[in-house]
């Protein structure tokens, strides 16, 4: 068994980054809402993540062999954090490319 949760999670990122680079073309990168929305969710994500992955009293467990073992901040994997980041970023720019899809 390898580290697939790290090797998915990191994988994630780069097809969202490069579908809005090369298929989509929001411009969602550029804006400073997004910016604002991504810290207001990595600051909820803290706190919740963070009560679910303690390593004193876990509710979510991890088998070790597929994550990294980078834990930021408070026993959180990294790779919730990119797991995190295409969820959300995913999400806004297929919502923002059927907004301007239907506004044409």
């Given at each position: ?21 090369l298929l989509l073309r ?31 009293a876990p509710i979510v ?44």
């Amino acid at each position: 068994m390898g580290p697939e949760y790290l090797i998915a999670a990191a994988a994630s990122v780069g097809l969202t980054v490069a579908a809005e680079l090369l298929l989509l073309r929001t411009g969602l990168f550029r804006r400073r809402a997004y910016w604002l929305t991504m810290a207001i969710v990595f600051a909820f994500q803290v706190p919740v993540d963070g009560w679910l992955t303690k390593l004193s009293a876990p509710i979510v467990l991890y088998e070790p062999a597929v994550i990294s073992g980078v834990r930021v901040p408070w026993d959180i994997p990294v790779e919730d954090f990119l797991f995190g980041f295409s969820m959300i970023t995913l999400t806004l720019l297929l919502w923002e490319r059927a907004r301007t899809r239907k506004a044409v």
